[in-house]
């Protein structure tokens, strides 16, 4: 994921806000849970009778997640996505983190018309590190944060009329929400609480060589997930004695799986 200086593209970003707003004609953003923690914001058409293909020039939006948390693009519209991070206490939250996603194409990319009412993939990222807490969501134009820092407010320029000409302006109402649907996960939903896992002892941690775990709940699946997001190990057999010696020091996630839940606890190898 690229990363870049938020104050660096401040003068890009506003300028697409001095566009006028359609009257009719417009978009909004929402967050499509695709399971593993990957999760996919599409761009949602207002309800028109308009038939003319949108065509997108550069669009963008900011996602806020708890503090400590990453995430990394895996895919965008036109494969050029970037993020700029910037640090929750920066903008006065220290309980959260940020990301401003933009993407301009270097030719306009079309989509579906807005009567088809097609919800359009813009970006795909991935979560990392399986947290079991906090909330991400695509942050609303109208919040206080957006209205205090308005580069983070979400945008699309394109063009939606069938007119002869391109003419590009901004399609996400920059003074409403500017989501629609679901535009939040909360992470602790995700896994179960400590009293769905009776009695689970995870030991010794740090740990160098046999992470041992005990537990009156039948675990049906152990997982352990880098700082990356990346799967390093994944058993479902022998899964009260973990060999983990071939791992490089440093922090890991433990998931535990029971059923179709799941808990996960951060442990250290030495």
Same mark, same amino acid.
């Given at each position: 994921?690229?990363? /870049?200086? $938020? ?7 506003? %300028? ?7 009257? /009719?004609?417009?978009?909004?953003y929402t967050l499509i849970d695709n399971g ?16 003319f293909a949108t065509s997108i020039q550069s669009?963008?939006?900011?996602? $806020? ?53 097609t919800t359009t993939n813009m970006v795909t $990222? ?16 109208? %919040? ?39 535009? %939040? ?44 997001? /990346? ?13 983990? %010696? ?25």
């Amino acid at each position: 994921m690229k990363i /870049q200086k $938020i104050t660096a593209i401040y003068i890009l970003i506003v %300028s697409f806000f001095t566009v006028q707003l359609h009257a /009719q004609d417009g978009y909004t953003y929402t967050l499509i849970d695709n399971g593993g923690y990957s999760y996919t914001i599409g761009a949602v058409p207002n309800t028109s009778t308009n038939t003319f293909a949108t065509s997108i020039q550069s669009y963008g939006f900011t996602i $806020i997640i708890p503090d400590g948390v990453t995430a990394s693009i895996t895919s965008s519209l036109g494969n050029g996505a970037s993020a700029t991070f910037f640090n929750g206490s920066d903008v006065g939250d220290s309980s959260i983190d940020g990301y401003l996603i933009t993407e301009t194409l270097g030719s306009p990319i079309s989509i579906a018309a807005p009567s088809s009412g097609t919800t359009t993939n813009m970006v795909t $990222i991935q979560v990392n590190g399986a947290p079991t807490s906090g909330t991400m969501y695509i942050l609303e134009n109208n %919040s206080s944060l957006a209205a205090t820092v308005t580069p983070l407010k979400s945008f699309m320029s394109a063009d939606m009329e069938d007119d002869g000409s391109a003419m590009y302006s901004n399609r996400v109402d920059p003074n409403g929400t500017g989501v629609s649907g679901s535009s %939040s996960v909360d992470f602790s939903t995700l896994s179960v609480t400590q009293n769905e896992f009776l009695e689970l002892t995870i030991y010794p941690n740090p740990v160098k060589d046999i992470l041992y775990l005990t537990s009156v709940t039948p675990i049906t699946k152990v997982e352990i997930i880098n700082t990356n997001g /990346q799967s390093v190990l994944n058993s479902t057999s022998n899964m009260e004695q973990l060999d983990v %010696s071939r791992l490089q020091s440093g922090v890991y996630f433990l998931k535990i799986y029971h059923q179709k839940h799941s808990m996960t606890k951060k442990i250290v190898k030495l």
